[in-house]
């Protein structure tokens, strides 16, 4: 066995990889004596992740290849990554499955676009193709099945829908009635519709495109849509020409009617080149490429010889586009396609640019703002079960930002008036008293006007100021979990100081702040509330409880019992808050 220690040996471990994700060569012999370390595991997992074949590989372990099976058993054993992968690949292919049963129960024709013959995909949604008139019909399907459309976000022929299990965003699906990006459509549907292949795959029948089809699609998606090449698009071309009797035809005649041949042209050169210099053979069987070259001038491609001379530069998948020349060429294609009018090349050309703009622009927001607030009495774990919330949503999408805001606690506003109440009780010359007599003395004075009423207002004032840490956070595009809320005060003043506030002043203080979209009474029996803060009363306990389950009946209103176990607390906020947040507008 060789230890990995050298540059020639780091290059192995890239070639190894690769052999991993070719769907018909086995991993070469002198690349199994390869000794890998847990760091060296960790660098082969990020890289399969990354080029999204993680998944297909790992669904491979049963392959006929011996080498290959041999080192990816290798790797399950060594790797609690690569075994929890495993896991997840084989439930995701079971939730796909069942999703593809039920649309072929309801009799609605589908297919699954980004695929040529095998489930799992590595993906962050997958993309099912529908007809139009059976667009709603499938809609209900994904409702029934837990899914939740994702209302904010738009795009023509495309709708996306997420579900939510154990919590956590787990699965999305792009349901399309065209292959498009942005609104450009790169694939002719009706032709797609005629030539599709069906596969049983564990007792269900799953469409796929064509070939021809699919080999389109991928070099679309990756070059116009991604703008990356990753080892995932090299792997799906693989199987698309080296695995089927491709109708070149066919292809060129579609992209030079549709208006992107030289994109075409010069992404498929890449991936021939790449597969050269890793596998030492062509992509392209030598007769296809003379015709194709000498059809196309694809071996004339500028585009192609600057992506190859990039590469060249620095040989490592993925590789980046240049949004620059992804948005030149799809412009282009935009002005040649023959089949829409004028009107329809500038509506397409808006999105385009609209699209560009979006994706350049780190501030934009790819989903509406949103707030939750955690309120209730002091002891009930507004705090812990906020800051979960907090934690988790980041764990959800690296898309999502989400900020933990505490809106309580005295700030500049407050302290001019806390340091007379101090005098008053405490008195310039007096001794100090300790700090028992002191909340004593102060809950006296508070008991009297104009004090009392003062305190209270000041009380107001001083959180809607923290507030505006919240509205900041929220037009920054961020989710707020905020703990604590202007309710908290307000029934603090009530029930503490005894001072009654007008409903009328009550709902002006409101309209001051952000409006949360979901708020999480925090409830605990009294009973239970006393043992936690024997310091309070019972009876101002109970008529505080009183106060905030009075809210309850409001919308976006949730009262949480914390008598219950917290862990299953836990999990109905976030699925409740996760819900809302998908369906929210």
Known sequence: MRIIHTKQETEMLTELISYL???????????CNIELNQQELSKIFALLESNKVLLRVLSSRNSKKSLKRKVLLKFVNSSSAFRESQKYGLNLKGELLDIIKKLNEQSIRNVLIKSLNTLPLDSDNFDILVTEKDLSASFKVLRDSGFVRISWYHEPYKWLFRKVKENKSRI??????????DGIR????KDLWKNYRKKEIDGVLVSFPSPEHHLLTTIAHAFFENREFRLGDLTYLIQDIQGNDIDWNYILNWVTYDGWLDSFCGLLS???HIHTVIFKRRLIPEKTYKILAKESKMNKSELGEKLVDQFDKKPSLPMKISTTTAALKLGKKILKTPRISFLEKAKTASCLLSSIIKRRIPIYRKHPCFLVCF???DGTGKTTHAKYVWKELKQISKKIKAKYVWSRGFGYSFQPFLLIVKLLLLGSGSPKINQSGYVRRRKSLLKMEPMRSLWAYIMITDHLLHLARVRLALSLGYIVVCDRWIMDTLIDVKCDLGKPISKFLEARVEDLVPKPEMTFIMD??????ARRRPELNNNSLEYKRYCYLKQSHRKGFKVINTNDDIEKNKKIILSTMVESFFSHV
């Open 21 to 31: 994700t070719h769907p018909y060569l086995d991993i070469p012999q002198e690349l």
């Open 172 to 181: 999305a699906v792009h349901l399309h009635t065209a292959i498009a990006w």
């Open 186 to 189: 790169f694939v002719d549907v």
């Open 270 to 272: 890449l991936a021939d």
């Open 375 to 377: 309120t209730g009495q």
């Open 524 to 529: 605990t029996e009294t009973s239970e509330l």
